[in-house]
């Protein structure tokens, strides 16, 4: 399953497909970090939002990368479940990679993190790196998970999976504003933001509850998508 993951992300890399997501995420950290400097937390928490469909799209184009005949190939060779874990592992792998980028871009070359003045109430550098960080690792299963449930295995046709694509992240960032009606339909992104943007902090308990919510999300998602696939088969 490692060699099948391997395989996977170097024809996603040297097919070009890579490109178009990589340069919208660098144009999208640019537009978020260019206008000055804030502080980690709020800074971070707005890139996890905005990187979310970029992350998306770019786990269903490396899912739908490979041929169609040469993906069942794969499914006879290594089995059903690890052909569809080794496609999601491949886009993990690469959406990890884009938040590591997305974590330095603010320091460098964008310089747009400030440092809190001794003696301030804001949160440390410390403090807000690591919520940073929480926040790019709460959107990258939930990207996944979206963008699987986008590929060409479950909606067979490029339009229906640009239509579930970009439903789903239509359907975030509304049903994730303050005051929706049904925010639990959709991986708490929007929340994660609004918390580290807050002037107060909430408690570890709330980030407990944002993870939980999180796995809960993606778990049903990705079970709709491996169900989707074993039907289809």
């Not at 739908?64 to 886009?91: C, F, I, M, N």
């Not at 490029?158 to 994730?176: D, E, P, Q, W, Y």
């Not at 992104?189 to 980030?207: C, D, H, I, K, Q």
């Amino acid at each position: 399953m490692i060699a099948l993951v391997r395989m996977r992300l170097a024809a996603f890399m040297r097919s070009g497909r890579a490109l178009a997501p990589g340069i919208t995420a660098l144009v999208v950290l640019g537009v978020i970090h260019g206008g000055g400097q804030s502080a980690a937390a709020p800074a971070y928490g707005y890139s996890a939002v905005m990187l979310f469909p970029v992350l998306a799209w770019q786990a269903k184009l490396l899912l739908d990368a490979e041929p169609d005949v040469q993906r069942q190939l794969a499914r006879v060779t290594v089995g059903a479940r690890r052909e569809a874990v080794a496609g999601l592992l491949a886009a993990t792998v690469l959406s990890l990679a884009c938040c590591a980028v997305a974590m330095l871009a603010p320091w460098w070359p964008l310089h747009a993190i400030s440092v809190p003045e001794p003696g301030s109430a804001e949160p440390s550098l410390a403090a807000g790196i690591a919520l940073g960080a929480l926040a790019h690792l709460l959107a990258v299963p939930a990207a996944v998970a979206l963008g699987a449930l986008a590929s060409r295995a479950v909606t067979r046709t490029v339009r229906n999976g640009v239509a579930v694509l970009v439903t789903g992240a239509v359907l975030v960032i509304v049903l994730g504003l303050s005051g929706s009606v049904a925010p639990w339909l959709v991986p708490p992104v929007m929340a994660t933001a609004r918390a580290l943007t807050a002037e107060e902090l909430p408690s570890a308990g709330r980030f407990w509850l944002l993870e939980a919510w999180a796995a809960g999300w993606c778990a049903v998602v990705l079970g709709g998508y491996a169900w989707i696939r074993r039907s289809r088969s």
